[in-house]
């Protein structure tokens, strides 16, 4: 994606504004709903993709962050934090080499990824992992975080990993969404500073785009919590579930059509 084109500026707004949508009313599932359909039609490379979705949900988590920053435990974010960052790199590199695949395979491998982190948190998420009347093993906190970093580094999805094991702590919403919100941006500088470095110039485009979505963000993210506020949040989740499910299987067809 080289030039600027309103059709294409129009695709990236609307899916920014869907992906904000579902991200708003289930609080989860931005990138894993916007990264292939950026993709798919919008036509952007992986790398592009991700460093849209990145800064497009900067504002969303900064935000989240501020509102919420007296429920952030500064203790046990510090642990977390580093073994995420330090996985980022290995993700970054899977990035590199991937990219260097046809357009339609990379397509294909995110939506496996996708498939995968649905079954995940839709599986692990209601097993004793989530049992929160008994203290989850020191062991899954670099299991959850280094599979957060080296995600959101290879495809920009390093959430599940960190939702499945935030919902088997005995923390109020507000800890959680806190604790998630810290993370999620305390990963991003150094995560946009690794595309630019590796991309360069062929980050602009994508930059530009996800500046210009600012408005489709908002009204997005204002849809989401409407809906969020409306619905039971168990709909609403089998919905999410629903959607990303056949966004996974498209892209895994894509290479076949």
Same mark, same amino acid.
């Given at each position: 994606m080289?030039?600027?084109?309103? %059709?294409t500026? !129009?695709?990236?707004?609307?899916v920014l504004?869907c992906a +904000?949508? #579902?991200q708003g009313?289930?609080g989860?599932?931005a ?8 993709m ?7 790398q592009?993709?991700i ?11 900064l935000g989240?962050?501020?509102?919420l ?5 500064f203790?046990?974010?510090?642990l977390?934090?580093?073994i995420?960052?330090a ?8 990035l ?17 990824? %996708?498939?995968v !982190?649905?079954i995940l948190?839709?599986v692990l998420g209601? +097993?004793? #992992?989530a ?6 093993h020191w ?5 959850a975080f280094g ?8 495809c920009?999805?390093g959430?599940?990993p960190?939702v499945?094991w935030?919902?088997?702590q ?10 998630l ?5 305390s990963?991003l500088?150094?995560?946009?500073l ?8 062929g980050?602009n485009?994508a ?10 963000i908002?009204?997005g993210t204002?849809i989401?919590l409407?809906?969020g506020t409306?619905?039971?949040? +168990?709909? #609403?989740r089998?919905?999410?579930?629903l959607i ?6 498209v892209?895994i ?5």
């Open positions: 080289e030039d600027f084109d309103i %059709i500026y !129009l695709a990236v707004g609307v504004m +904000s949508a #579902l009313a289930v989860f599932a990138g894993l709903f916007g990264i292939p359909l950026l798919m039609v919008a036509g952007m490379e992986l592009e993709a460093m849209t979705m990145l800064l497009a949900s900067f504002l969303q988590n989240g962050l501020y509102h920053r007296d429920d952030v435990n203790q046990e974010v510090k977390p934090m580093v995420r960052l996985t980022l790199p290995l993700g970054l590199l899977a590199h080499f991937a990219t260097s695949l046809p357009k339609e395979y990379v397509k294909a491998v995110i939506g496996v990824v %996708i498939l !982190l649905v948190q839709g209601r +097993s004793k #992992l049992d929160r009347d008994k203290p989850l062991g899954w906190t670099p299991v599979a957060s970093g080296f995600l959101v580094g290879f920009g999805m959430g599940p960190m499945l935030v919902m088997a005995p923390w109020s919403g507000k800890q959680s969404r806190a604790f919100f810290f993370l999620f941006t990963s500088p150094l995560h946009c690794f595309l630019w470095w590796q991309y360069g110039n980050m485009m930059m530009l785009m996800a500046l210009l979505s600012v408005p489709w908002v009204v204002w989401g409407w809906i409306h619905l039971r949040k +168990s709909r #609403l089998v919905v999410a579930y990303l499910v056949v966004t996974a299987l892209a067809c894509s290479p076949f059509v």
